[in-house]
């Protein structure tokens, strides 16, 4: 069946620093949605990407969507102790309406 | 608008015993599905329920079973209780058939099993 996989699974970065987090996917997606899920909360829904090759912004975060629609990335800019939390990407079969988690990766930020 | 509630928010059963978890979606949302999530498991998926139809279905053994009622509301049931159960239960709701729109989730219900 589809399986998302995503890299790395844990990352701690310094005040200011970039992260960066992947997902692939084992078949092509119709999109793919991103969440984030604070320590001790809830995902909560970030973006969904749709097109091939499609790229968006939300202030210092950029999601990208490959060409192959295939696999996609979230990288964030100059990282703030409020970007704490593990992201999780979640990949929408072609059939549509399956949704599949990747395993999340958890980001610290050191202050 | 109100969000995804579950309750109870915590439970603690004991192996063997079966329990019965709640999830009122978001009002006029008609898709709810339920997640498990452990740690260093992520999010897997349970099933997914849309107009009182189960539409897809994870790989759960059959003691874990849900339903959904004619207001959207969803229970999910697990019985014989094993101690891998434990795990933090998510729903979360969506709004159009295709399941292309965002999931909403509620706060979870922390279930652990002695």
């Known amino acids: 069946g589809q399986q998302v996989m995503q890299i790395p699974q844990y990352q701690h970065v310094q005040e200011g620093e970039d992260f960066t987090t992947y997902c692939n996917s084992s078949?092509?997606?119709?999109?793919i949605q991103w969440y984030k899920q604070r320590p001790g909360g809830h995902p909560v829904f970030l973006i969904q990407?749709?097109?091939?090759?499609e790229v968006k912004k939300q202030k210092r975060l950029t999601f990208q969507f490959g060409e192959a629609k295939k696999n996609s990335s979230l990288h964030i800019t100059a990282t703030q102790t409020t970007d704490v939390g593990t992201y999780f990407c979640a990949g929408g079969s072609l059939g549509g309406n399956k949704l599949v988690f990747g395993a999340g990766t958890i980001l610290r930020v050191k202050s | 608008k109100a969000g995804v509630t579950q309750t109870p928010r915590y439970l603690i059963k004991t192996r063997g015993q079966q329990v019965t978890l709640s999830c009122s979606p978001i009002?006029?949302?008609?898709?709810v599905s339920w997640y498990q999530q452990t740690p260093g498991q992520g999010l897997q998926f349970l099933f997914e329920y849309f107009s009182e139809t189960q539409r897809n279905k994870g790989n759960f053994p059959g003691r874990f079973s849900g339903r959904q009622f004619s207001n959207s509301r969803s229970e999910m049931n697990v019985s014989t209780l094993e101690l891998g159960d434990s795990a933090l239960y998510l729903c979360?709701?969506?709004?159009?058939?295709?399941?292309?729109?965002?999931?909403?989730f509620g706060p979870g219900t922390r279930l652990t099993v002695l």
């Open positions: 990407l749709v097109k091939s090759g």
């Open positions: 009002s006029g949302h008609r898709s």
């Open positions: 979360a709701s969506s709004d159009r058939a295709t399941r292309r729109d965002e999931q909403f």
């Open positions: 078949t092509t997606l119709s999109n």
